[in-house]
């Protein structure tokens, strides 16, 4: 049934133009990431220190939350 829908949905030209806009996007993505990527290191040397810390006191809270509440 999905197979009945999605070929009503997708026509040829669709999926070659959402196959074209995906490979666009990437490509484009990668150029901007590579310019930025100077500035990046100069700007934020230890953001994923402070990434990973705070994602790890979060985890913990949800786990503090979680016992405190039983």
Same mark, same amino acid.
């Not at 026509?11 to 990431?33: C, D, E």
């Not at 990046?40 to 503090?64: E, M, S, T, W």
């Given at each position: 049934?999905?197979?009945?829908?999605?070929?009503?949905?997708?026509?040829?030209?669709?999926?070659?133009?959402?196959? #074209?806009? &995906?490979?666009?996007?990437? @490509?484009?993505?990668?150029?901007?990431?590579?310019?930025?990527?100077?500035?990046?290191?100069?700007?934020?040397?230890?953001?994923?220190?402070?990434?990973? @810390?705070?994602?790890? &006191? &979060?985890?913990? #809270? #949800?786990?503090?939350?979680?016992?405190?509440?039983?």
């Amino acid at each position: 049934m999905f197979i009945l829908i999605a070929a009503k949905m997708f026509t040829t030209g669709r999926i070659i133009f959402a196959s #074209l806009f &995906v490979i666009a996007f990437i @490509i484009l993505m990668f150029f901007s990431y590579k310019k930025d990527a100077k500035n990046n290191k100069k700007h934020y040397q230890n953001a994923a220190i402070y990434v990973a @810390i705070g994602i790890a &006191v &979060v985890i913990a #809270l #949800l786990f503090l939350s979680k016992l405190l509440t039983k």
